[in-house]
């Protein structure tokens, strides 16, 4: 099993910061790549960065510029730093980690999702 713990969501008016963090643990044997996708009321969830082992990173193209995903593969974290956000910004945060564990193959593991308000 894989567990995973997210905070740093909250309430932000628009053009402000926020900083997501992610903390995978568990029967953990290695992880192929670490994200975060976000679903807003009424949409489908979206990709919003990936980051694999490797070091390669994706965007989507409407946070590009904007947001930056880092890893710290020593303690199975990832963080999404979130600048000049949108109101369009909002939605639930959701960490995602596609990992092995010592009883199975590679898997998609999502956390619990975390609240992302940008309001005034």
């Known amino acids: 099993q894989v567990h995973m713990v997210e905070s740093g969501g909250g309430l932000v008016q628009p053009g402000g910061s926020l900083r997501l963090s992610c903390a995978a643990s568990?029967?953990?044997?290695?992880?192929?790549?670490m994200g975060w996708y976000r679903q807003a009321p009424g949409k489908q969830r979206e990709l919003v960065a990936t980051?694999?082992?490797?070091?390669?990173?994706n965007y989507a193209d409407s946070v590009k510029g904007r947001f930056t995903i880092s890893r710290d593969n020593a303690k199975n974290t990832v963080y999404l730093q979130m600048n000049s956000l949108k109101p369009e910004d909002t939605a639930v945060y959701y960490c995602?980690?596609?990992?092995?564990?010592?009883?199975?193959?590679?898997?998609?593991?999502w956390g619990q999702g975390t609240q992302v308000t940008v309001s005034s």
């Open positions: 995602n980690v596609v990992a092995s564990t010592w009883y199975g193959p590679s898997k998609d593991y």
């Open positions: 568990g029967s953990i044997f290695s992880i192929r790549a």
């Open positions: 980051a694999t082992s490797g070091g390669s990173t």
